[in-house]
T-cell receptor, first 115, second 110 residues
């Protein structure tokens, strides 16, 4: 199955700084990747769908100017949390879809803590 | 919105079969039922999926009722490492994205 590498696994930053999270599909060319966010003891919430070579599609309520997504190649999507604030502290997870009715493969997640 | 209903938590003894139910009464004819699990502080892991026939793989079995309004995930011999949150998800047709509900927190007890 597809292997998804997410980096970093944990990041601590100061309020007002930007943080970039990388999601790599190691053995599958992914035209579509998904970004989720998960707060403690809550379920995963889909933030956006990342499309290779085009603009990402954001879910309702997710600020596209705050959560910048770039999917410049078939194996890499990045999520940049701009001007991070403590309320952005969360577990961010990327995933790769291997086909229209196939399964999702998930990265190991990135725990973001904004001080 | 999630289209599934699951019990918030369940317990199971180690070595016994864990049966996790899921209701999806509004499922459409061409929507699949997926099961994923999430061990603490990790990304979710795919377990199994099916359309209308029962499915089995090395991890689990999936039993889907004939009317497809509910399903059961069966872990035949639960181990302590099966402690996780289990998500039952119905695929949204055409959107190619999965919406997660609250899942069932399964605790395997020694």
């Amino acid at each position: 199955g597809a292997v998804v590498s997410q980096h970093p696994s944990r990041v601590i930053c100061k309020s007002g700084t930007s943080v970039k999270i990388e999601c790599r599909s190691l053995d599958f060319q992914a035209t579509t990747m998904f970004w989720y966010r998960q707060f403690p003891k809550q379920s995963l919430m889909l933030m956006a769908t990342s499309n290779e070579g085009s603009k990402a599609t954001y879910e309702q309520g997710v600020e596209k100017d705050k959560f910048l997504i770039n999917h410049a190649s078939l194996t890499l999507s990045t999520l940049t949390v701009t001007s991070a604030h403590p309320e952005d502290s969360s577990f961010y997870i990327c995933s790769v879809l291997t086909g229209p009715n196939e399964k999702l493969f998930f990265g190991s997640g990135t725990q973001l803590s904004v001080l | 919105d999630a289209k599934t209903t699951q019990p918030p938590s369940m317990d199971c003894a180690e070595g016994r079969a864990a049966n996790l139910p899921c209701n999806h009464s509004t499922i459409s004819g061409n929507e699949y039922v997926y099961w994923y699990r999430q061990i603490h502080s990790q990304g979710p892991q795919y377990i199994i999926h099916g359309l209308k026939n029962n499915e089995t793989n090395e991890m689990a079995s999936l039993i889907i009722t004939e009317d497809r309004k509910s399903s059961t995930l069966i872990l035949p011999h639960a181990t302590l490492r099966d402690t996780a949150v289990y998500y039952c998800i119905v695929q949204i047709q055409g959107a190619q994205k999965l919406v997660f509900g609250q899942g069932t927190r399964l605790t395997i007890n020694p």
